[in-house]
């Protein structure tokens, strides 16, 4: 993301890895940030272990017994159990099918100030306590499952924002998630009310900690994904997209200086936007939105939106990337890509040579950097089609 204060020469360093193991044995996560390296990529894999149960009950094929007196014949009740709905289930199942891959270069910038977190299971909890369950009262909906957490940061002016972000956000929401207990909230708006708090919070700690400079910032867009849905929690021009069946869907909405909305909030609050080399705030700042940048209060504020999309069996994967990437794609090139790849691997079974998601990622900052993206180019891909769903179309 530019700051952007004069352009930045063109170098090959590499880009900084850490790993991060929680102490708690539900979560790992994996944290990528800043300064010297030239590129970084990992990948996972969220598997359930199979298992089966049956009961003690007579085969009904064993015996038939007459039926009672009021009770619809067996044809009857054939045919009206053909025409009944299926039943239904969380799409997602318990949440344990989930492989994902990211990668994060410096590109062409002189300094990395991405940094990506990946973050399995960061919370536990049924799916119908998370909100939003697609199967209310089914056996999966009461079940204990992993909720997974996925964030891209892309820092400006340094990268101590954007790193401080990825080691600390998705703690905060989890914190934040608990503490939000108001009788009477309906599920999207306590998610609502957890992603104001967090990252008001987590832009506070900058200031409190005294951990980067007043002019030092960064977009956060992050993905809560449970076994129904995905929620999405915006600030900047970082983007996620979801790719399902053949549409590619923005779930985030950029914050650009020139938006309308964005405009009309920065010009009552006495700020301007100046074009200087694109829409700027005071000339300075290619977003509107971001975690720190001080010095820009209040026309620059770390007010996230959020979105709510029910998962479906028809998705294939979440993309989540700073503008490095989307500066030079679109999101139809993006989806379009991701979905050649994911359903060739698929067919011809490479998932054990490199999970699907990882070869996305790659593919896709590869593309980015041959396309001359001038930006340092972050990408998470999270495939969201179930290992046993993928074997079946196999």
Not at 90 to 119: L, P, Q, Y
Not at 183 to 195: K, M
Not at 356 to 362: F, G, I, L, M, T
Not at 387 to 392: A, D, V
Request: with cysteine; charged share 25%.
């Amino acid at each position: 993301m530019e700051t952007d204060y004069h352009l930045q020469e063109q170098d090959n360093h590499r880009v900084d890895s850490v790993l991060e193991l929680p102490s708690s044995s539900s979560a790992a996560s994996s944290i990528l940030g800043s300064d010297d390296v030239r590129s970084s990529s990992s990948s996972g894999d969220i598997s359930a272990t199979s298992s089966s149960s049956s009961s003690g009950d007579i085969p009904a094929t064993l015996v038939a017994p007459l039926p009672l007196v009021g009770t619809p014949a067996p044809d009857l009740m054939a045919a009206e159990e053909a025409t009944a709905p299926p039943r239904q289930k969380c799409v997602g199942r318990k949440n344990k099918g989930v492989t994902w891959g990211f990668s994060s270069v410096i590109g062409r910038r002189r300094e990395m100030e991405d940094a990506v977190a990946v973050v399995p299971g960061f919370m536990t909890r049924t799916c119908d306590h998370v909100g939003g369950c697609a199967g209310p009262g089914s056996q999966t909906s009461g079940e204990i499952s992993p909720v997974h957490f996925f964030g891209v940061y892309d820092g400006h002016g340094g990268s101590q924002v954007a790193n401080f972000c990825a080691e600390r956000m998705h703690k905060v929401i989890a914190e934040e998630w608990d503490r939000e207990t108001v009788d009477g909230f309906e599920w999207r708006q306590r998610w609502e009310a957890t992603f104001s708090s967090s990252f008001e919070r987590a832009d506070n700690e900058v200031v409190t900690e005294a951990l980067a400079p007043e002019m030092v910032g960064s977009t956060a867009v992050v993905v809560v994904l449970s076994g129904c849905q995905i929620i999405t929690s915006n600030c900047g021009d970082s983007r996620v997209v979801l790719c399902r069946g053949t549409e590619t869907i923005p779930l985030t909405v950029d914050q650009k200086p020139d938006r309308e909305d964005e405009l009309m909030r920065i010009e009552s609050a006495g700020g301007k936007v100046i074009n200087w080399n694109g829409a700027r705030v005071l000339g300075v700042l290619a977003m509107s939105r971001a975690i720190g940048d001080r010095f820009l209060r209040p026309w620059v504020v770390p007010v996230p939106e959020i979105s709510f999309t029910t998962r479906s069996d028809e998705d294939e994967c979440l993309i989540l990337a700073s503008d490095g990437l989307w500066d030079v794609m679109s999101n139809e090139d993006v989806g379009e890509v991701a979905r050649r790849l994911l359903r060739r691997r698929r067919r011809c079974m490479m998932d054990d040579e490199i999970p699907a998601a990882q070869a996305v990622a790659d593919s896709l900052t590869e593309i980015a950097f041959g396309r001359n993206s001038s930006d340092n180019i972050s990408v998470i891909v999270v495939d969201l089609k179930l290992k046993r769903k993928r074997q079946q179309r196999q």
